[in-house]
């Protein structure tokens, strides 16, 4: 009964042009099964976060958007995937070009242990995106610049990217993201390692890169799901409990569960 | 509601062991005095036998060192004796024709003996003669003809030339002989001894620097026994080596730690290299034999068999450091790479690979430190064998280092057993530089990152 009226539910929070969606998504790791039945629709050039308590699965469930869980021994996926349309877990679709569409950022900033100008050249590169050496400058220069970062490194650009503060490591990662331009940016807990100040420079870059991409984000803190994005989505033990607009979400949640999370009674 | 109940019942346990937490800890009492007396003692006990251990291992270290270095350094030094020699135009070039082939093929060989009949014309009997031209090693005669191609102008003249001496003459310099022992105990009679006084007086004996131990190859006679020959053996067997166990170590290594699936098939696969890494390396010499010399039928006593045989040594090794150092990349570089699209092999040589390196180099010369120190497989494969020859490539055959140190300790002549040393300190100084490579290596590509 539940599913019935889960599905219910999603099919009156679906949005006019989903830029994904996900239809009856269950995951298992091995045996246990850490997603159940989610239907989601991603709206785009929006900011659609994630929130729930720990090990609710919606860090996995973001992985499946550019399926990363692949990586992983022993998961199984049923139901179905789409951008544009398109069922990704379809044989026919190649995975690495599906990640350069779909980019991700990470909880911890991982930059490449090169200098700042090789992290963000490194897709444009594999992906053989540019045809000349000043095509590639002009490439890493707009990417630092979107990401907010230019003004800090253009003085250093040959300079070691571990070299750099955590936020600023965190912006490059997203710098990077961005240097192939891709159509979904993924971004799991991406201020999760970062001060506030440098959380503040993220958020205000999450918020002007909305207009560019569609932005999924994944995150442990409410007043940021809050601030950063249109639609939110809560997870908890698996399962997609409501999603809506934040507003909506925030201040007249319909689930008891949504409720009880958001004042801070459970989780 | 369920998950706000049992919230409740936590609290509520968590507050029972908090009241008992609270009683209040006396700190001075004198159990908790004896208590940090007890661990500082321990402390103590545990920094004193930290430094017995390494106090004993420098003790090792020293002792090995001083013994080889006090027993080896005198094969560095090699004996010489002056002598007047005439290059006698009857001997050498009969004919005056001046061709080398002819002048090649003369007999220096009695020059020297009609030089030390010269020296000491007392000399009559046959077997006093004998033992007057050992004082001259067999090997002075190609040193003559040497001489004497480079320049025929000698060709008539008596030149006083310093000739290599036997072995038992350079002992006996080099005090290894004593001279007051009974004549019937030591190899030197009575006689040779009061010739060597006679040349020590007349100032025609003298140490000079031996460089035919490091340009020779082997040889029966101590004097003329040098290293270059296991030297290059070494190298073409370590060449060979190399050349197999690092490109088959590293991908086995990479496939089993980024591509295999975790199964039992791979489970038993790690097991059996985590096994043959403990093998015993005589087994990898039976089956080079076998395989190698009986089935494929590669030459004997060739480093090209070797190396094959010290690959499979190595390879467990170079692919147990490969894993660790894979290993030890973040995941976080993978999942970056993955997550910009790039191919699991793109993600593998663009970014683990390259952090993986030192650690990996550093396993690869670990491991080919230990194949260059290793005898027993090679002891199967017939690279035991005495050879005189510089090995010209990986068929010749040839012989290593350790073998080479293993076939002059088993020699009889004394003058060996300093060359024994000698050479165990060329193969040290040979692990040394590999492992100062290694540590070079590590540091370089770390700095790089």
């Known amino acids: 009964m539940a599913a019935v009226s889960?599905?219910?539910?999603?099919?009156?929070?679906?949005?006019?042009?989903?830029?994904?969606?996900?239809?009856?998504?269950?995951?298992?790791?091995?045996?246990?099964?850490?997603?159940?039945?989610?239907?989601?629709?991603?709206?785009?050039?929006?900011?659609?976060?994630?929130?729930?308590?720990?090990?609710?699965?919606?860090?996995?469930?973001?992985?499946?958007?550019?399926?990363?869980?692949?990586?992983?021994?022993?998961?199984?996926?049923?139901?179905?995937v789409t951008l544009d349309g398109r069922d990704i877990y379809d044989k026919r679709i190649d995975v690495v070009q599906l990640r350069a569409r779909i980019g991700m950022v990470f909880q911890k900033p991982n930059p490449f242990p090169k200098s700042i100008y090789d992290n963000v050249a490194y897709g444009p590169r594999i992906h053989g995106l540019v045809n000349s050496r000043d095509e590639l400058d002009e490439i890493v220069m707009t990417s630092l610049e979107r990401a907010g970062l230019l003004k800090e490194v253009k003085d250093r650009l040959q300079s070691p990217a571990t070299g750099l503060s955590g936020g600023q490591q965190q912006r490059l990662c997203i710098a990077r993201a961005v240097a192939v331009s891709p159509e979904v940016i993924l971004m799991d807990e991406p201020c999760s390692a970062l001060d506030p100040i440098a959380t503040a420079k993220v958020e205000e870059l999450i918020d002007e890169l909305r207009s560019n991409y569609t932005i999924v984000i994944v995150t442990h803190s409410m007043q940021q799901a809050a601030r950063v994005s249109q639609r939110t989505a809560f997870f908890h033990l698996g399962k997609l409990v409501e999603v809506g607009e934040t507003d909506q979400i925030f201040t007249n949640p319909k689930d008891e569960r949504t409720k009880g999370y958001i004042t801070g009674r459970f989780g | 509601m369920t998950d706000m109940a049992s919230l409740m019942e936590d609290r509520a346990a968590a507050?029972?062991?908090?009241?008992?937490?609270?009683?209040?800890?006396?700190?001075?009492?004198?159990?908790?005095?004896?208590?940090?007396?007890?661990?500082?003692?321990?402390?103590?006990?545990?920094?004193?036998?930290?430094?017995?251990?390494?106090?004993?291992?420098?003790?090792?270290?020293?002792?090995?060192?001083?013994?080889?270095?006090?027993?080896?350094?005198s094969a560095f030094y090699q004996t010489y004796v002056q002598l007047e020699v005439t290059f006698d135009p009857a001997v050498i070039d009969p004919e005056g024709t001046g061709d080398p082939e002819v002048i090649g093929r003369a007999n220096f060989d009695g020059l020297i003996k009609q030089a030390l009949r010269d020296r000491f014309p007392d000399v009559t009997s046959r077997s006093e003669k004998r033992n007057l031209y050992g004082i001259v090693s067999g090997g002075a005669s190609y040193d003559l003809r040497e001489r004497v191609l480079e320049n025929p102008s000698l060709i008539g003249q008596t030149r006083s030339i310093w000739l290599i001496s036997g072995d038992d003459f350079d002992m006996l310099n080099k005090g290894y002989i004593d001279a007051d022992v009974e004549e019937g105990s030591r190899r030197l009679n009575d006689q040779e001894v009061s010739w060597y006084n006679e040349l020590v007086e007349a100032g025609?004996?003298?140490?000079?620097?031996?460089?035919?131990?490091?340009?020779?190859?082997?040889?029966?006679?101590p004097e003329l026994a040098g290293i270059w020959g296991a030297a290059v053996g070494s190298f073409y067997t370590l060449i060979v080596t190399l050349a197999l166990s690092f490109p088959i170590g590293v991908l086995a290594a990479i496939y089993l730690e980024e591509f295999a699936p975790r199964n039992r098939f791979t489970q038993i696969v790690e097991v059996n290299i985590n096994n043959l890494a403990a093998v015993p390396s005589i087994v990898f010499g039976l089956l080079g034999l076998e395989v190698y010399l009986n089935v494929m039928h590669l030459p004997r006593s060739a480093p090209v068999v070797g190396g094959l045989t010290l690959a499979l040594m190595t390879l467990p090794t170079i692919i147990i450091a490969s894993r660790a150092a894979i290993k030890a990349v973040p995941p976080s570089i993978r999942q970056a790479a993955l997550g910009l699209g790039a191919s699991p092999v793109q993600t593998v040589t663009h970014h683990v690979l390259p952090l993986a390196m030192p650690g990996i180099l550093t396993g690869t010369i670990i491991g080919m430190a230990q194949a260059?120190?290793?005898?027993?497989?090679?002891?199967?494969?017939?690279?035991?064998?005495?050879?005189?020859?510089?090995?010209?490539?990986?068929?010749?055959?040839?012989?290593?280092?350790?073998?080479?140190?293993?076939?002059?300790?088993?020699?009889?002549?004394?003058?060996?057993?300093?060359?024994?040393?000698?050479?165990?300190?060329?193969?040290?100084?040979?692990?040394?530089?590999?492992?100062?490579?290694?540590?070079?290596?590590?540091?370089?590509?770390?700095?790089?990152?």
């Open chain 1, 6 to 80: 889960q599905s219910a539910m999603t099919v009156e929070s679906s949005v006019e042009k989903p830029k994904m969606t996900a239809r009856n998504l269950d995951l298992f790791y091995s045996e246990n099964q850490a997603l159940y039945e989610v239907n989601l629709d991603i709206a785009e050039k929006q900011v659609t976060s994630l929130i729930g308590p720990s090990g609710c699965g919606k860090s996995t469930f973001l992985r499946c958007l550019n399926r990363m869980n692949d990586t992983i021994d022993g998961v199984t996926i049923k139901g179905e």
């Open chain 2, 15 to 73: 507050k029972v062991i908090s009241d008992n937490l609270r009683k209040p800890v006396d700190w001075d009492s004198p159990k908790i005095a004896r208590n940090i007396k007890k661990r500082y003692a321990a402390e103590r006990r545990f920094k004193i036998y930290g430094l017995v251990a390494i106090c004993l291992a420098l003790l090792a270290l020293c002792t090995l060192a001083l013994s080889i270095g006090s027993k080896g350094y």
């Open chain 2, 204 to 221: 025609a004996v003298e140490k000079q620097f031996h460089t035919r131990f490091f340009t020779n190859g082997d040889s029966r006679e």
């Open chain 2, 372 to 449: 260059l120190g290793e005898t027993a497989p090679l002891l199967m494969i017939g690279m035991v064998a005495f050879i005189v020859d510089i090995p010209g490539g990986a068929l010749d055959p040839a012989t290593v280092l350790p073998v080479q140190i293993y076939l002059w300790a088993d020699s009889p002549e004394r003058a060996f057993v300093e060359k024994t040393s000698a050479a165990i300190m060329v193969l040290l100084a040979f692990l040394v530089l590999m492992n100062g490579l290694a540590v070079y290596l590590r540091k370089k590509f770390e700095r790089k990152w």
